[in-house]
């Protein structure tokens, strides 16, 4: 093991986190410097036919939250892939997608969420 292997951030295998994901479970991304998975998670949609038209990608920020709810209630509902970006910027809202996804027991099986945010106190994690 070289000691570039402490340096380089490890390679993302997206097909393999698609596999490992669930239309109840959130995928979330915590962004380096410089790292954007969108266009890969873009190329992983092309390949499973989810792109352009049940691919949803919102940045956000503020002022976003009700296009956010909008875009999420539509995704659950019709088995779209929706991309919440940053939302370390819009942390005020973080208890309220919470509260969303808790009420989102019966999602289309196809339906996959995910969020992507820099390191943030906002966010806590449970092992599962």
């Not at 951030?9 to 979330?28: C, E, G, N, W």
């Not at 989810?50 to 009700?66: C, E, I, T």
């Not at 970006?85 to 809202?93: F, G, K, R, T």
């Given at each position: 093991?070289g000691?570039?292997?402490?340096?380089?951030p490890?390679?993302l295998?997206?097909?393999?986190?698609?596999?490992q994901?669930?239309?109840?479970?959130?995928v979330?991304?915590?962004?380096?410097?410089?790292?954007?998975?969108?266009?890969?998670?873009?190329t992983?949609?092309k390949?499973?036919?989810?792109f352009?038209?049940?691919?949803k990608?919102?940045?956000?920020?503020?002022?976003?939250?009700k296009?956010?709810?909008?875009?999420l209630?539509?995704?659950?509902?019709?088995?779209?892939?929706?991309?919440l970006?940053?939302a370390?910027?819009?942390?005020?809202?973080?208890k309220?997608?919470?509260k969303l996804?808790q009420?989102?027991?019966?999602p289309?099986?196809?339906?996959?969420?995910?969020i992507?945010?820099?390191?943030?106190?906002h966010?806590?994690?449970?092992?599962v």
């Amino acid at each position: 093991m070289g000691s570039d292997y402490f340096v380089q951030p490890p390679v993302l295998k997206y097909d393999r986190i698609l596999q490992q994901s669930s239309a109840l479970t959130p995928v979330v991304f915590i962004l380096s410097p410089g790292a954007d998975p969108l266009s890969e998670l873009q190329t992983l949609a092309k390949a499973h036919g989810f792109f352009p038209q049940k691919f949803k990608s919102l940045a956000l920020g503020q002022g976003q939250s009700k296009i956010a709810e909008k875009i999420l209630e539509m995704g659950y509902h019709r088995g779209h892939w929706v991309v919440l970006q940053n939302a370390h910027l819009l942390s005020s809202w973080l208890k309220t997608l919470e509260k969303l996804l808790q009420g989102m027991t019966k999602p289309d099986p196809a339906f996959r969420l995910f969020i992507t945010t820099d390191v943030s106190a906002h966010f806590v994690f449970a092992r599962v």
